[in-house]
């Protein structure tokens, strides 16, 4: 299945799912890819200002749900073993540059537990990483990632 197909799914995908069919990107995450997505769960987007997801997801703000969906997005099918390597050969912090054109870093802590970075200085906890899809890896995530404003 691909990555929609399985966010479908997901139980503690459903805020997910209902901002992608609202941002009109089914198609373009169900297609060939590959892609590599940082998902937020439920939590993650409870964790926003109360009003600010039924505010996305109005037809008005489709643009702004977008830009922040793509941010979640890599191009590429980076499994969790790929980005160790590649952030162990950057100095241990990888930048990734998302579809929306912003960037995001990757790096672990001495727990061994690897960590999303925005432009908005959120951090996100990767809690399950190398969810393969027939179109690419979804990497869960705790907290929505946020491009600079």
Known sequence: KNIVENAVNSKDHTTLVAAVKAAGLVDTLSSKGPFTVFAPTNGAFEKLPK??????????????????????VVAGKMSAEEIAMKAKEAGGKLELKTVAGGKLVLMSDDKGAWWVADEAGNKAKITIADVFQSNGVIHVIDTVMLPKS
Do not use: A, F
Request: aromatic content about 4%.
């Open 51 to 72: 009003e600010t997801v039924p505010t996305l997801l109005k037809p008005e703000n489709k643009d702004k749900l977008t830009g922040i969906l793509t941010y979640h």
